[in-house]
Nanobody, 128 residues
Framework: QVHLVESGGGLVQPGGSLRLSCVAS??????????IGWFRQTPGQEREGVSCINNNDGSTNYADSVKGRFTISRDNAKNTMYLQMNSLKPEDTGVYSCAAGSLLWSVCVLVDNSYDDWGQGTQVSVSS
């Protein structure tokens, strides 16, 4: 059974940084033909794709709103995925969840219904 657990969220001032972690069990985050990614959601808003990794070639995809500020990565030895978030803005506030799913296209996509397994999420709050 796939189990994803996020950590690393918290309260940070604008311009600050956080690193989120997603530890997987019952599932190899490096599995071929899979994509892994991060999504976020705020109350009253639809879930938004933040970033993902194509396990087949390691290519990544980012939402325009986070390009240049966020970096997704994976540590295969620890079976853990990370999201390094720099230059945080108040609009980055939300519950961040990691996800894994079959790779359906040649690139990973930031569409939540492309992912089958989800963590519970970790709260990120950016405020002065």
């Amino acid at each position: 059974q796939v189990h994803l657990v996020e950590s690393g969220g918290g309260l940070v001032q604008p311009g600050g940084s956080l690193r989120l972690s997603c530890v997987a069990s019952g599932f190899n985050l490096n599995l071929d033909n899979y994509a892994i990614g991060w999504f976020r959601q705020t109350p009253g808003q639809e879930r938004e794709g933040v970033s993902c990794i194509n396990n087949n070639d390691g290519s990544t995809n980012y939402a325009d709103s986070v390009k240049g500020r966020f970096t997704i990565s994976r540590d295969n030895a620890k079976n853990t995925m990370y999201l390094q978030m720099n230059s945080l803005k108040p609009e980055d506030t939300g519950v961040y969840s990691c996800a894994a799913g079959s790779l359906l296209w040649s690139v990973c996509v930031l569409v939540d219904n492309s992912y089958d397994d989800w963590g519970q999420g970790t709260q990120v709050s950016v405020s002065s």
